[in-house]
């Protein structure tokens, strides 16, 4: 089966630390742009982060830069997506995306355009 799927996610206090993953199955994903979304209830949905397929460069929301790191594990058909220091308002349901475009344009794309979308994994911030 042809896929993405998340894992990592669950309820974790503030200033704690989670590590996502995404795991390609059916596919491999050296050749694509792998990136992060989020969408909290109400909210419209945010690029968290995202690495290039080309030259591994990177993507960090602004909320997120300093306390986030995207990386991939191309043995294990993998990216990760590490995040420390979690606030509040980074709950939300995380869903990761590839697509076989730059990360400009990867950042662009609607949900429905992407050639993989993930099922989303809940991430809680909360005493």
């Known amino acids: 089966q042809v896929q993405l799927a998340e894992s990592g996610g669950g309820l974790v206090q503030p200033g704690g630390s989670l590590t996502l993953s995404c795991a390609a199955s059916?596919?491999?994903?050296?050749?694509?742009?792998v990136g992060w979304f989020r969408q909290a209830p109400g909210k419209e949905r945010e690029a968290v982060a995202c690495?290039?397929?080309?030259?591994?460069?990177?993507y960090y929301l602004d909320s997120l830069k300093g306390r986030s790191t995207i990386s991939r594990d191309l043995a294990k058909n993998t990216v990760y997506l590490q995040m420390n220091n979690l606030k509040a308002e980074d709950t939300a349901v995380y869903y990761c995306?590839?697509?076989?475009?730059?990360?400009?344009?990867?950042?662009?794309?609607?949900?429905?355009?992407?050639?993989?979308w993930g099922q989303g994994t809940q991430v809680t911030v909360s005493s």
């Open positions: 690495i290039d397929a080309g030259d591994d460069t990177t």
């Open positions: 059916g596919f491999t994903l050296a050749s694509y742009t």
């Open positions: 995306a590839a697509d076989l475009v730059t990360w400009g344009h990867f950042l662009l794309l609607d949900r429905g355009e992407f050639d993989y």
